[in-house]
């Protein structure tokens, strides 16, 4: 800068303002954030901040009115474990799904096309899938009647309208979802990693407990939580594969109810709260978890 | 798990090959590695030594021959059953793991208990001189600090084999001068047998008891440091030993001992490297044998091209009438375009029967 070379003396000791911030990490491109923030107060700050308040003005009683009522009513605080006892299994059972399948995938010739016919059902949206479901699994879909044909079953198993349609479904549209961030972790280990282990005597087994899971721990947990908040927030395959007045009430559903039913967006943005802390309380957790495993880069040294 | 057998003597590779797609990477590799040698596989690039290294690991399957440990057939044996050590070019440090973890991991690896393992870790340690960073992880370290935990954690199980695939190249020059004598040191003082993958013909020659040459998957020489570098057998190894001056002529007097090679004016007496013929012949000088002499016959005459100084003496070029770019060394600075006539002595004159389609 040429003024400051003209600047003598203590002043041109202390580096002008825009060098302090630069400093700091603040320059002319760091205001390309700003469209990216107002877009986040906007559509999730601000909206949050008003369910949130809107939560606490019930149509009648206290402040806490709506919580209270909705952990006092069976009805209502069953939906938790309801939504849990869907999203916890169906998230672990893709990531099951998922592991060994990015394993082989990674050697696979022909990679991308398999990754492609995997990734499809991502493509399609919860509500074809669970309208394709409704005619696959039916009773009188092709799954009952092959099984019937050949002998296996009697007569028609029940699918859906039941908790295992909802299962199903969001096993299906879960799956890619888990098996691309997998894939994408496996891929990221450096092959030479499990040859070093194999030359010092580790066989497939402990190549995988000792080299594998620990890198591949910290990654798994990021793809738990997103999948799992996921299938927490189960809405249309509850609703046209289950049975959203019973076994499948999942709390989305009572938000809903609450909302477009009772006409009481007060109790509504309270449940949705709630949805959310439950949301938050896993993901805290298993987060908090992955603090206890290496979290570094994957590669060995210079690369 | 199979504990590594310590009175071992020697490993035998017989006509050990591996192809991928047809394509023949590594072919027919016969060689016997007695206990304590260090045997070095030179050579460019692409020419197999990095796969015939992982075929002796177990991480890459033969596509023919066999691999014997004495009398015991290996080859067919994973990688985790064969119990060589090997250090790998990235080091494939356990990003994960503390220093000392990962030294310790072949040792877990076979269940040797704790009370056991520890004073062999220590030692390991010191031998490579990590003591001070062992609690470290991997990511923490230099290159240099990480080569070291590479070769600690290689050596600790006392493997009969260490195979080392070409260990210095991520290195600096100064470092990669220190750790070759670190090898050769720890090769030394555990006296058992290394396998060293390096395309570097000066890592070779100091390190090796004998040096395996290949080219394009197959073996072009195999020999003692001495023996390559004075008298390499194909012309191919000639080059890769220094022989930077190669070019062709008309053979005149093939005899065994000594030939009359002609060219344009040229007229050399040097020593057939295998039998000539009568047609055309390479004729292959090393720089440092080459100097500047008097005139006369068995001179090469021509112009000083290009004047280096490199230390102790003069790297210059000279051109030949015929266009010849010839290097060759002086002990006085010679000035641009001097008329010089370079001499070698005929025994340092290597003849090699031209290649066909060369």
Redesign the interface.
């Known amino acids: 800068m040429t003024s400051q070379t003209a600047l003598s003396g203590s002043a041109a000791d202390r580096p002008n303002l825009r060098r302090r911030l630069a400093a700091a990490g603040w320059d002319r491109i760091t205001l390309l954030v700003l469209p990216a923030a107002a877009f986040v107060v906007l559509l999730f700050i601000y909206p949050f901040a008003y369910g949130l308040v809107l939560s606490f003005q019930p149509a009648a009683g206290g402040l806490f009115a709506n919580y209270a009522k909705f952990f006092s009513d069976p009805y209502l605080y069953d939906t938790i474990g309801t939504t849990m006892w869907l999203g916890l299994p169906a998230t672990l059972i893709n990531m099951a799904l998922a592991l060994p399948i990015a394993f082989q995938v990674r050697h696979f010739r022909w990679q991308r096309i398999l990754t492609t016919i995997l990734v499809i059902p991502i493509t399609l949206g919860t509500v074809l899938v669970a309208e394709g479901l409704l005619t696959y699994l039916g009773p009188q879909g092709w799954l009952n009647r092959t099984l019937i044909e050949l002998g296996v079953i009697g007569s028609p198993v029940r699918l859906i309208h039941n908790y295992w349609g909802v299962f199903l479904s969001l096993v299906i549209t879960g799956f890619p979802f888990v098996f691309l961030l997998t894939l994408s972790y496996v891929t990221g280990i450096?092959p030479?990693?499990p040859?070093?282990?194999?030359?010092?005597?580790?066989?497939p087994a402990?190549r995988f407990r000792?080299?594998f899971l620990?890198?591949l721990v910290p990654g798994l947990a990021v793809a738990f939580c997103l999948a799992f908040v996921q299938a927490f927030s189960v809405f249309p395959s509850a609703v046209l594969l289950g049975a959203p007045a019973g076994p499948t009430r999942v709390i989305s559903i009572a938000a809903y109810q609450a909302a477009f039913e009772q006409y009481d967006h007060s109790m509504a943005s309270a449940i949705a709260m709630i949805m959310g802390a439950v949301q938050l309380v896993v993901v805290v957790a298993v987060l908090g978890a992955r603090t206890l495993?290496?979290r570094?880069?994957?590669?060995?040294?210079?690369? | 798990?199979a504990k590594a057998d310590h009175t071992f003597g020697e490993i035998r590779l017989d006509r050990v090959s591996r192809g991928f797609d047809g394509v023949m990477a590594l072919q027919d590799l016969t060689l016997t590695i007695r206990r304590g040698e260090f045997i070095a596989l030179l050579g460019p690039s692409g020419c197999g030594k990095s796969t015939a290294l992982n075929c002796l690991?177990?991480?890459l399957p033969l596509t023919g021959g066999s691999i014997w440990l004495d009398d015991r057939r290996i080859d067919e044996l994973?990688?985790?059953r064969?119990?060589?050590?090997?250090v790998?070019q990235?080091?494939?440090?356990?990003?994960?793991m503390t220093v000392r973890r990962n030294i310790g991991?072949?040792l877990a690896?076979?269940g040797v208990p704790r009370h056991e393992a520890d004073p062999r870790i220590d030692d390991a340690v010191r031998m490579v001189q990590l003591e001070a960073h062992v609690g470290k992880?991997?990511?923490q370290?230099s290159?240099g600090q990480?080569q070291r935990v590479a070769i600690a954690?290689?050596i600790v199980?006392q493997p009969p084999l260490v195979?080392m695939d070409e260990p210095l190249s991520?290195l600096d020059a100064r470092l990669r001068l220190d750790m070759r004598h670190e090898i050769r040191r720890i090769h030394n003082e555990l006296g058992r047998s290394t396998v060293y993958v390096t395309h570097d013909q000066d890592e070779a020659l100091s390190l090796a008891d004998r040096i395996v040459v290949l080219r394009d998957g197959r073996v072009r020489q195999i020999g003692t440091p001495e023996e390559l570098y004075a008298r390499p057998a194909v012309l191919d190894v000639a080059r890769f030993m220094g022989y930077r001056n190669v070019f062709e002529g008309r053979v005149e007097d093939g005899g065994a001992e000594r030939a009359i090679v002609v060219r344009d004016g040229i007229r050399l007496a040097g020593t057939p490297r295998g039998a000539l013929g009568s047609g055309r012949a390479s004729v292959a000088i090393r720089p440092e044998e080459l100097i500047p002499g008097e005139d006369g016959p068995g001179a090469i005459p021509g112009v000083v091209e290009s004047v280096e100084f490199v230390g102790r003496e003069y790297a210059a070029t000279a051109l030949t009438a015929d266009g010849l770019l010839l290097h060759f060394r002086s002990h006085q600075r010679l000035s641009l375009d001097e008329p010089v006539h370079l001499r070698a002595s005929p025994e340092r004159v290597l003849l090699f029967a031209a290649e066909e389609g060369a």
């Open positions: 450096d030479a990693l040859q070093a282990a194999a030359t010092l005597g580790a066989g402990s000792h080299i620990p890198l495993f290496y570094g880069p994957m590669g060995s040294g210079k690369g | 798990m690991a177990g991480l994973p990688p985790e064969r119990g060589f050590g090997m790998f990235n080091y494939a440090l356990f990003p994960h991991f072949g690896m076979r992880l991997p990511g370290l290159g990480q954690r290689a199980v195979l991520n």
